[in-house]
């Protein structure tokens, strides 16, 4: 049947050491053109841009944190789900050329932290959107599409997912 001749296509997620950040970090680093692309998909929105950042163990909240809370019963407890905020939001902002050149200086000042830009809805008081801009360059936790998953075609590595201002 058709479906068995599929099978192949079929991913298993691999749970141990896959972890995800944000939109697009399964992809390659991006390019400086594009985040300034998924920047202006923001500002087109209305949204304001933020960037935050935060050291690798702590950036990945792989736990309900610090507490030991149950989160299950405790819908909207947020520990260590929070990262650094590099300077203001960016009010007013309407070129991505600006969001690229305070990237660059998170960056270099935190050359060994995740970087992150939000984009945030002033009005409904919402984070929107946010992607990872740049990975520290001690990152082991990044896996390709295909080492996310296991099986026939085994795991295989690649990209470097979302690092683009240098």
């Known amino acids: 049947t058709t479906k068995a001749a599929n099978n192949s296509a079929m991913m298993v997620w691999q749970p141990h050491n896959n972890k995800f950040f944000e939109t697009f970090s399964f992809l390659p680093p991006l390019s400086d053109g594009e985040i300034a692309r998924q920047v202006q998909y923001l500002l087109n929105n209305g949204w304001t841009p ?12 792989d736990t309900h944190g610090w507490s030991g809370m149950d989160s299950s019963i405790s819908a909207g407890y947020y520990d260590n789900r929070y990262w650094v905020m590099w300077k203001l939001p960016m009010y007013g902002c309407i070129n ?62 690649g990209g470097g997912g979302g690092g683009g201002a240098r």
Do not use: M, W
């Not at 060994?112 to 919402?126: M, S």
């Not at 990044?142 to 075609?153: H, L, P, S, T, Y």
């Open 96 to 157: 991505p050329e600006e969001v690229l050149q305070e990237i660059r200086a998170c960056t270099r000042a935190f050359p060994e932290c995740f970087i992150r830009v939000a984009g945030f809805d002033n009005i409904k008081q919402v984070q929107c959107s946010s992607f990872l801009a740049h990975r520290p360059t001690n990152d082991t936790s990044f896996q390709g599409v295909n080492g996310r998953q296991v099986g026939d075609g085994g795991p295989q590595g």
């Open 50 to 61: 933020c960037i935050e950042f935060e050291s690798a163990d702590k950036a990945y909240a």
